[in-house]
């Protein structure tokens, strides 16, 4: 076990924050979350697609399977390009990898990995808000806003994409004179997407994931025995830098007015999904990419660091991939020098996001082509989604370019061992 002087503050306790801390654990080093809410799981969120790679990575914390009742193994991807549908085999990834991609309610996701801290659950306080960070020459202290303070030696902000961590973080560097912030590309919303939770209802097609293309407009549906999950995609006239934006209640009405001709499965129109809805969110869908992840003691991960729209399903499993490198180096650090000045943080950190910075570049461009393919506003663009790459890629060869390009040579924990899951597509040592 590494000695005990190290302590990471985690500011945010999504499925990042507690990824971070899972690992962290099982790695005997310190820590402790901050999640502003009352609770970390909560009844509201969105289905997460987990690709194969985030099912080892899982499964390496403690040899037990991601699983649980609520969990949803994809079986096939209809796509339904308001009239024709062709298919598209989910079952392959499993096949190729020896893990399944599966569809977890958010909700579920996030009481899973909470679950997976076992004692350590202790170590995440809920409702608690932070105001400011303070960087010294040993350590960080947190300020909360109800007057507390957490000390450590780190701050890892993985507090979304409004990421207040981030914004401090920001802040310190400029009242040093290291305004990097100045040189950021904004993060821009093309997109809005409504997100939403519907209960099963007789005309859906369990165990089957569909997808709708069409101009300006997509959407993704899948469902389990209990639960709908779906997400609603439409072009901005405009692009926006009001990442913040609250959708009024005739503004939601004027959204699902303008679906409710479609067809979102064959036998299932989104009027009628959206009247059996437990849940929806309307929001816009921000892209892009923060070009500094950390500065002094403090570094980010997932939202609050890469930002890209869910069409891909790779957000959480990119976020996922980030945590377990930043915590496989500070692992290594930690082994040989259990009091680490800021200078090696600073260079671990330089590490960790210049690896994954270029990494997640690639996959911000995946996602960003795709949902520029699936909202088609051109005949061109139409053309090449939906008539040419059905047609060039069978679906062996498309899980086999995405199992050889983006999955198999990601992460594991390095200090965990265990025998791997294997299928046609080896998984490279990383």
């Not at 009239?83 to 569809?103: A, D, L, R, V």
Request: glycine share 8%; aromatic share 10%; with cysteine.
């Amino acid at each position: 076990m590494v000695p005990g002087k190290f302590r990471a503050i985690i500011i945010g306790g999504g499925p990042i924050g507690l990824a971070i801390a899972n690992g962290l654990d099982r790695a005997g080093l310190d820590f402790v979350i901050l999640e502003r809410y009352p609770a970390i799981a909560s009844d509201s969120g969105a289905g997460i697609m987990l690709w194969p790679h985030t099912d080892k990575t899982t499964t390496r914390l403690d040899g037990t399977p991601l699983r649980s009742s609520s969990i949803f193994k994809y079986l096939s991807d209809k796509f339904v390009p308001f009239g024709s549908i062709s298919h598209f085999s989910f079952t392959k990834p499993q096949f190729s990898h020896g893990y399944p991609c599966m569809n977890f309610p958010r909700p579920a996701l996030v009481q899973t990995l909470f679950d997976g801290l076992g004692a350590a659950k202790t170590k995440v306080r809920t409702g608690a808000n932070i105001d400011n960070i303070e960087m010294t020459e040993k350590g960080v202290r947190v300020h909360l806003h109800d007057g507390g303070i957490e000390e450590g030696s780190i701050v890892i902000g993985a507090d979304g994409v409004h990421s207040q961590t981030r914004a401090i973080m920001q802040k310190l560097a400029e009242q040093a004179g290291d305004d990097f912030a100045k040189d950021e590309d904004p993060i821009v919303s093309s997109y809005q997407i409504m997100y939403g939770r519907a209960k099963c209802l007789p005309n859906a097609e369990i165990g089957t994931f569909y997808e709708t293309h069409g101009t300006y407009m997509s959407s993704q549906v899948s469902a389990d025995k209990k639960r709908m999950h779906f997400g609603i995609y439409r072009k901005l006239p405009n692009p926006t830098t009001d990442l913040k934006k609250e959708y009024s209640e005739d503004e939601v009405a004027e959204f699902v007015e303008a679906f409710s001709d479609v067809m979102v499965m064959p036998r299932l129109s989104f009027a009628e999904l959206y009247k059996n809805c437990e849940w929806t969110k309307l929001v816009n869908q921000p892209e892009g990419l923060v070009k500094r992840w950390h500065y002094g003691r403090i570094v980010l991960a997932g939202d609050s660091s890469t930002m890209m729209t869910a069409a891909a399903g790779m957000g959480v499993n990119n976020g996922i991939q980030s945590a377990v490198l930043l915590v496989n180096k500070l692992y290594e650090l930690l082994s040989v020098n259990s009091e680490p000045d800021t200078q090696a943080f600073e260079r671990v950190f330089e590490e960790y996001q210049n690896t994954r910075r270029e990494q997640s570049q690639r996959i911000c461009g995946l996602a960003a082509r795709m949902i520029r393919t699936n909202t088609w506003d051109s005949y061109m663009l139409w053309f090449l989604g939906d008539v040419v790459f059905p047609w060039l890629f069978s679906d062996e060869k498309l899980i086999a370019k995405a199992g050889t390009d983006l999955l198999r040579g990601m992460y594991k924990f390095s200090f965990i061992e265990k025998d791997l899951q294997s299928g046609k597509i080896p998984w490279l040592e990383s």
